[in-house]
T-cell receptor
Framework: DAGVIQSPRHEVTEMGQEVTLRCKPI?????LFWYRQTMMRGLELLIY????????DSGMPEDRFSAKMPNASFSTLKIQPSEPRDSAVYFC?????????????FGSGTRLTVV | GENVEQHPSTLSVQEGDSAVIKCTYS??????FPWYKQELGKRPQLIID?????GEKKDQRIAVTLNKTAKHFSLHITETQPEDSAVYFC?????????????FGKGITLSVRP
């Protein structure tokens, strides 16, 4: 398995532009998580899906952020309009949630810079 | 909800010495405790985990211990090597279910001095 695949790896954009981050979870995993990592705040959970359904989006900073999971193999995180304070590394992770817990597998992340 | 804390925020040890990283959690219902290692510029990776029905688990130079009564768990690294230098995150999760999720600590930066 190729693991969790995120694209792009790096994104530099101007303030006010729309940014779309993409994630392909591990095949067979039924939970998907979007995290944001900064030096100040550490790893923050933004939103997570179970069986493609959003379960908890309380970590989404504001209405400028939205996430979708149209099918089991693809998810997007969109920021519109982007602001410099959105600069961070965004990780997608997936896991298999069944009777027993299994750890999350993280993607390589997208480093977003908003100038 | 669950609250996971890690102390200290940084730890420096001499190569070959042991390192112990401690975490506390608040939700007594939590029953799964993984540890992640994140090297500079890379993704967090699961290195070891423990479930609440055991008190200790070992994997080569790393081990994790769990004290359910005190609600804390620790990562032990023996014979530390420079490549152990990284940020280590602990996490906790309640029993599985559609709404179950891991809560991560803030991370501890471990530096191993050659």
């Amino acid at each position: 398995d190729a693991g969790v695949i995120q694209s792009p790896r790096h994104e530099v954009t101007e303030m006010g532009q729309e940014v779309t981050l993409r994630c392909k979870p591990i095949s067979g995993h039924n939970s998907l998580f979007w995290y944001r990592q900064t030096m100040m705040r550490g790893l923050e959970l933004l939103i997570y899906f179970n069986n493609n359904v959003p379960i908890d989006d309380s970590g989404m900073p504001e209405d400028r952020f939205s996430a979708k999971m149209p099918n089991a193999s693809f998810s997007t995180l969109k920021i519109q309009p982007s602001e410099p304070r959105d600069s961070a590394v965004y990780f997608c992770a997936s896991s298999l949630a069944r009777r027993s817990h299994y750890g999350y597998t993280f993607g390589s992340g997208t480093r977003l810079t908003v100038v | 909800g669950e609250n996971v804390e890690q102390h200290p925020s940084t730890l420096s040890v001499q190569e070959g010495d042991s390192a112990v990283i401690k975490c506390t959690y608040s939700d007594s219902a939590s029953n799964y405790f993984p540890w992640y290692k994140q090297e500079l510029g890379k993704r967090p990776q699961l290195i070891i985990d423990i479930r609440s029905n055991v008190g200790e688990k070992k994997d080569q130079r790393i081990a994790v211990t769990l004290n359910k009564t005190a609600k804390h768990f620790s990562l032990h690294i023996t014979e530390t090597q420079p490549e152990d230098s990284a940020v280590y995150f602990c996490a906790a999760s309640p029993p599985t279910g559609a709404n179950s999720k891991l809560t991560f600590g803030k991370g501890i930066t471990l530096s191993v001095r050659p």
